[in-house]
C-alpha cells in the first residue's frame, strides 16, 4: 500500500481554496457568536462552563482510543490546576492528572510556541509509569520501532488488517522539525485551516509509540484556541470526533492512501471538508452541552432574585446542575441545614412564584422540579 507521506513532494499539501476558504468562514463566524454569548454571562457561570467543556475534552478524547477515564477525576483534577473553588472534588490518579496537564497546557499556553522538548513533555504526562497498559514503552521520546514498524491495524490476533503503516523511525527528527517549523510559522494561514492541517499532518507521523491521536487532538485545540485568542475553551472537538469516530477513522484512512497528488501538491481537500463540517458541529453541539448553563443564566437575569433566599438559591443552582435523584423536604433540609418545616416552606414558595412544581409520580415521599421551561 501506497501512503502519502513516501510521495516525492511530501509533505506539499494543497486544497481547493474556493470551497475551504468559505467553510472557514462560516466556522470563524460560528466562534466569534459563541465566545460573544458567553462573554455576556457572569464570570461564575463562564468558569462552570469551562470546566464542563474541558472536562468532556479530556474524558471523549481518551474514549476516541478506546481508554475510560473517571468523570468525577478528570474534573477534580481541571478544577484544582485552575484553581476553580467548587464542590465534590474527589482525589485524582496520576494517568488522569497527566491528561490534563497536556491539556491545559496546549490551551491555556496556546501563544507558546510547540516545540520537541514540550512535545515530550506532553508525551511523559500521559504516560507517568512509562507503560501502556502491560506494555513498556519510551515515554516523552520518538518511538524506536525496535519491536517493528508502527502500524494502525483491527481484528484478531492472526487476522488483523493493516489500516496504516507510519514512517521509518529514522524519519522521524527531521520530519518533526519540518512540521514544528511549520506550525510555529505560516502566520498566513487561517488558524482553523491550519488546525485542520495540522491534525493530519501529526496523525500521518505517528511520532511516538502510543498516545498520537490524544496529543495530536492536543495540538488541534492548541490552534482552535488561538484561531479564539482565548483561554476559555466553550466547545469540544473530541467530543465531536467521539461521536463521529467511524466517519473521522475513515475519513484519515482514504486520505492517507487515495488523495489526489500532482506537481502542485498533495491535495486534502476532503479532509478539510470533512473537519472544518466536523468543528462546525462542534460548535452546535456546545448549545446543546451548555444548554443548562444558559437556562441558568437566562433564569438569574429574568427572575426576581430579591425575595429568594440563600437556601433557596443553593437548591436552584443544584437543580440546574443536575440534581442526584429527587428532590424532597428531607433532601432539601440536610443539604442546607435547616429543619424539616423550613424546608418545607422554602419550597412551597418556590412553587408559588412558580419556579418549582410538584412531581405526578406518587411515592413516599412528595418531590419537586424545576417547572419546565427551565428545564434542560
Request: proline share 3%; aromatic share 10%; glycine share 8%.
Amino acid at each position: 500500500m501506497n501512503y502519502i507521506y513516501q510521495s516525492d513532494i511530501w509533505p506539499k499539501f494543497t486544497w481547493d481554496h474556493a470551497k475551504i476558504a468559505p467553510m472557514a468562514g462560516v466556522v470563524r463566524n460560528r466562534q466569534g457568536r459563541l465566545l460573544g454569548r458567553m462573554e455576556a454571562l457572569g464570570f461564575s457561570l463562564r468558569s462552570e462552563a469551562l470546566l464542563q467543556t474541558l472536562t468532556f475534552d479530556v474524558v471523549k478524547s481518551s474514549e476516541i482510543e478506546g481508554e475510560i477515564l473517571d468523570r468525577n477525576q478528570v474534573r477534580s483534577s481541571i478544577a484544582r490546576k485552575l484553581g476553580m473553588k467548587v464542590g465534590g472534588l474527589v482525589a485524582s490518579d496520576r494517568d488522569v492528572d497527566g491528561v490534563v496537564e497536556m491539556m491545559l497546557d496546549a490551551t491555556q499556553n496556546f501563544n507558546r510556541l510547540l516545540t520537541k522538548d514540550r512535545l515530550f513533555g506532553w508525551h511523559a504526562a500521559l504516560f507517568p509509569s512509562g507503560r501502556s497498559g502491560m506494555h513498556k514503552i519510551v515515554a516523552g521520546a520518538w518511538r524506536d520501532d525496535s519491536h517493528g514498524p508502527m502500524r494502525v491495524v483491527s481484528g484478531p490476533i492472526g487476522h488483523e488488517r493493516v489500516h496504516f503503516e507510519a514512517p521509518d523511525a529514522g524519519r522521524l527528527e527531521s520530519e518533526m522539525m519540518d512540521f514544528l517549523g511549520w506550525l510555529n510559522g505560516s502566520a498566513d494561514l487561517d488558524p482553523v485551516i491550519k488546525a485542520g492541517v495540522a491534525h493530519l499532518w501529526f496523525v500521518m507521523l505517528q511520532p511516538f509509540a502510543d498516545g498520537n491521536g490524544r496529543i495530536a487532538r492536543a495540538v488541534t485545540d492548541m490552534l482552535l484556541a488561538r484561531a479564539d485568542g482565548s483561554r476559555e475553551r466553550f466547545y469540544s472537538m473530541s467530543l465531536q470526533i467521539r461521536q463521529e469516530r467511524n466517519a473521522y477513522y475513515g475519513i484519515l484512512e482514504k486520505t492517507q492512501t487515495c488523495p489526489g497528488v500532482s506537481k502542485a501538491g498533495i491535495d486534502i481537500t476532503p479532509w478539510l471538508e470533512w473537519f472544518l463540517a466536523c468543528l462546525g458541529r462542534a460548535l452546535e453541539r456546545s448549545e446543546n452541552t451548555l444548554a443548562g448553563v444558559f437556562k441558568k443564566a437566562r433564569f438569574w437575569e429574568t427572575s426576581s432574585t430579591a425575595s429568594i433566599n440563600s437556601r433557596q438559591r443553593i437548591m436552584i443552582n443544584k437543580l440546574f446542575d443536575g440534581f442526584d435523584g429527587k428532590l424532597t423536604s428531607s433532601k432539601w433540609a440536610k443539604i442546607t441545614k435547616c429543619s424539616q418545616d423550613t424546608a418545607f416552606r422554602d419550597i412551597l414558595d418556590l412553587v408559588e412564584k412558580r419556579i418549582l412544581t410538584k412531581d405526578s409520580a406518587g411515592g413516599r415521599s412528595t418531590s419537586y422540579s424545576l417547572r419546565r421551561e427551565w428545564q434542560v
